[in-house]
C-alpha cells in the first residue's frame, strides 16, 4: 500500500501537469496580468455585456488598464476569438442556392476599421469625443484593417451572403469612406449605408434598426451582424446572430 507521503507527490504531480495543460489553452498575451486591477477588469466585463448600460468615459483609474488591453495584443486577441465564432456560424447557415437573399451586417468604425491610431493621440477614448478632430482623421482615410473582421468578411462573402455596410458615419463621408474599406482590402459589398439628412438625430439604435428593416422588406434574410456598439445590434429586424466586438474606448447610444 502507498504511504500518505508518496500519495501526497502524486497529487502535487498531478495538480502540477493538470495547471500546465490549462495554462496552455490560453495566448500567452491573453491572460490577466497579475498586477492588473480586477475592478476595471470588471468595468470592461460590465461594458462589453452591457450590464454597464449607457457610460460617457472610461474611469478614470483604468485609463491605463484601456492602453495595456489595446497595447499587449488582448484586444487582437479578443476581436480573433469573436470573428471566429461568427464564422462558425456562417458556416452553420444553409445559404439559399440562386437565392441571394441570406445577408451579414457590418459596422465600419472599429469593426471593419480600426481608429486606433486616433484614439492613442486622444486619451484612448478618455478624453470628449470630439466631432471636428475626428472627421479631419476621417478624412485622411488612414484607418487601418482590423485583421480578424477582414478575415471573417472574405470568408462570409465567399460563402455566398450578401454583404451590407451599416455605418453611422454621415452621407458627405461616403468617397473617402468607401476608399478607406478598399484600401484596407475590403470589396463586393452589395450596399454601403450611411447617415443621410433624414437620419441626423436619431440615436443609433433607431437608426439602424430602421436600415436593416428597410433590408428585410426587400425580401433580406439577416443572418449575421457584426459591431462593435450595442447599438449597432440591438432594436428590431434583428438579425438571427449578432456579434459583439470589444471597445472599451467610447459607447455610441
Same mark, same amino acid.
Given at each position: 500500500m502507498a504511504s500518505p507521503t508518496s500519495i501526497l507527490s502524486l497529487l502535487l504531480? $498531478? /495538480? !502540477? !501537469? #493538470?495547471? $500546465?495543460?490549462v495554462i496552455r489553452m490560453y495566448p500567452r498575451e491573453h491572460l490577466v496580468r497579475l498586477d492588473s486591477d480586477p475592478e476595471c477588469e470588471s468595468w470592461k466585463f460590465s461594458v462589453e455585456v452591457n450590464a454597464a448600460g449607457s457610460?460617457? #468615459? &472610461? %474611469?478614470r483609474p483604468c485609463v491605463s488598464f484601456v492602453q495595456d488591453y489595446f497595447n499587449t495584443g488582448r484586444y487582437l486577441s479578443d476581436s480573433i476569438s469573436v470573428a471566429s465564432y461568427s464564422e462558425n456560424f456562417a458556416l452553420s447557415v444553409n445559404v439559399a442556392d440562386g437565392d441571394g437573399m441570406d445577408a451579414w451586417v457590418f459596422d465600419v468604425d472599429e469593426?471593419?476599421? #480600426?481608429?486606433?491610431?486616433?484614439?492613442?493621440?486622444?486619451?484612448?477614448?478618455? +478624453? %470628449?469625443?470630439? +466631432?471636428?478632430?475626428?472627421? +479631419?482623421?476621417?478624412?485622411k482615410g488612414l484607418a487601418p484593417v482590423l485583421p480578424a473582421s477582414l478575415t471573417l468578411y472574405k470568408r462570409v462573402k465567399k460563402l455566398?451572403?450578401? &454583404?451590407? &455596410?451599416?455605418?453611422? =458615419? /454621415? +452621407?458627405? @463621408?461616403r468617397a473617402i469612406t468607401e476608399q478607406n474599406l478598399i484600401d484596407a482590402g475590403y470589396s463586393g459589398w452589395e450596399k454601403l449605408i450611411l447617415r443621410g439628412h433624414q437620419d441626423e438625430g436619431k440615436k443609433a439604435t433607431l437608426y439602424k434598426s430602421e436600415k436593416r428593416d428597410e433590408l428585410?422588406? @426587400?425580401?433580406? =434574410? &439577416? @443572418?449575421g451582424n457584426s459591431g462593435d456598439q450595442w447599438s449597432d445590434l440591438m432594436g428590431f429586424a434583428l438579425a438571427k446572430r449578432s456579434f459583439k466586438l470589444p471597445n472599451p474606448m467610447y459607447y455610441v447610444s
Amino acid at each position: 500500500m502507498a504511504s500518505p507521503t508518496s500519495i501526497l507527490s502524486l497529487l502535487l504531480l $498531478a /495538480a !502540477v !501537469v #493538470s495547471s $500546465a495543460e490549462v495554462i496552455r489553452m490560453y495566448p500567452r498575451e491573453h491572460l490577466v496580468r497579475l498586477d492588473s486591477d480586477p475592478e476595471c477588469e470588471s468595468w470592461k466585463f460590465s461594458v462589453e455585456v452591457n450590464a454597464a448600460g449607457s457610460w460617457s #468615459s &472610461i %474611469p478614470r483609474p483604468c485609463v491605463s488598464f484601456v492602453q495595456d488591453y489595446f497595447n499587449t495584443g488582448r484586444y487582437l486577441s479578443d476581436s480573433i476569438s469573436v470573428a471566429s465564432y461568427s464564422e462558425n456560424f456562417a458556416l452553420s447557415v444553409n445559404v439559399a442556392d440562386g437565392d441571394g437573399m441570406d445577408a451579414w451586417v457590418f459596422d465600419v468604425d472599429e469593426t471593419l476599421l #480600426s481608429n486606433l491610431p486616433y484614439y492613442k493621440d486622444n486619451g484612448f477614448g478618455s +478624453e %470628449p469625443y470630439n +466631432e471636428t478632430s475626428f472627421n +479631419e482623421w476621417v478624412y485622411k482615410g488612414l484607418a487601418p484593417v482590423l485583421p480578424a473582421s477582414l478575415t471573417l468578411y472574405k470568408r462570409v462573402k465567399k460563402l455566398g451572403f450578401k &454583404i451590407f &455596410i451599416l455605418t453611422g =458615419r /454621415a +452621407e458627405f @463621408q461616403r468617397a473617402i469612406t468607401e476608399q478607406n474599406l478598399i484600401d484596407a482590402g475590403y470589396s463586393g459589398w452589395e450596399k454601403l449605408i450611411l447617415r443621410g439628412h433624414q437620419d441626423e438625430g436619431k440615436k443609433a439604435t433607431l437608426y439602424k434598426s430602421e436600415k436593416r428593416d428597410e433590408l428585410v422588406k @426587400q425580401g433580406y =434574410r &439577416i @443572418q449575421g451582424n457584426s459591431g462593435d456598439q450595442w447599438s449597432d445590434l440591438m432594436g428590431f429586424a434583428l438579425a438571427k446572430r449578432s456579434f459583439k466586438l470589444p471597445n472599451p474606448m467610447y459607447y455610441v447610444s
